[in-house]
C-alpha cells in the first residue's frame, strides 16, 4: 500500500508547481486544484456503490491505469477545463483505489491488527514519492514527473498483485 501510494505523493505534491512551471495562471491552477479534488471524491463514491462486484484486484488495476493516464493527460492541458478534468480524473482514481487497498488489507488481516497501519502506510507512501519526483524534478526538470508517476505506480501495483497471492492462512491471526 505504501508503495502504490507513492504515486499519487509523487504527482500531487507538484501538480501546483508544474502547472505554474508552464504558464498557467495561478487562478486557473488553484479553480483546477479545487475542483478536481472535490468532484474526485466521486471515486470512494464510485467504490462503495460497486463493491466486490469486479473482486479487489481489477478495479486496482483500472484505478492505475487511470491513474496515469490523468497524469500523461495533465502534462497537455492548458486551460481551466482540461486542468480539472485531468485532476478530477487523478483525484477520482486514486480515492477508488483507497478503497480496495483498504479492503485487501482487511482480507489479508481478519483480526485487524493491521487495520490502524493503514493511514500510516498511506502518509509515508505521499511522503515517499513527494520526496521521490522532488529529486528527479531537481535532476530533469518537470518533464521527469510523468515518469516517476507511472514507475511509482506500475511498481506499486506489482506489489499489491503480490498480496493477492498471500495464502490466508499465512497470515499471522488469519483463519
Wanted: proline share 5%; aromatic share 12%.
Amino acid at each position: 500500500m505504501t508503495v502504490w501510494f507513492a504515486a499519487p505523493g509523487a504527482f500531487w505534491t507538484f501538480a501546483e508547481s508544474a502547472a505554474a512551471a508552464r504558464n498557467v495562471p495561478a487562478g486557473t491552477i488553484s479553480i483546477a486544484l479545487a475542483v478536481g479534488n472535490g468532484v474526485g471524491l466521486l471515486g470512494s463514491v464510485a467504490a462503495a456503490w460497486q463493491g466486490d462486484r469486479w473482486g479487489r484486484f481489477w478495479p486496482l488495476l483500472i484505478a492505475t491505469a487511470a491513474l496515469c493516464a490523468s497524469v500523461v493527460a495533465f502534462e497537455e492541458c492548458w486551460s481551466v477545463v482540461a486542468l480539472a478534468v485531468a485532476l478530477f480524473a487523478f483525484n477520482a482514481a486514486w480515492n477508488y483505489a483507497a478503497v480496495y487497498e483498504m479492503a485487501l488489507v482487511a482480507s489479508l488481516d481478519p483480526g485487524g491488527k493491521l487495520s490502524p497501519a493503514i493511514s500510516a502506510a498511506q502518509v509515508m507512501g505521499f511522503a515517499a514519492g513527494g520526496f521521490i519526483s522532488g529529486v528527479a524534478i531537481s535532476a530533469a526538470g518537470y518533464t521527469a514527473l510523468t515518469s516517476v508517476v507511472t514507475m511509482l505506480a506500475v511498481v506499486g501495483m506489482g506489489v499489491l498483485a503480490l498480496c493477492f497471492r498471500v495464502p490466508r492462512r499465512a497470515v499471522p491471526g488469519g483463519p
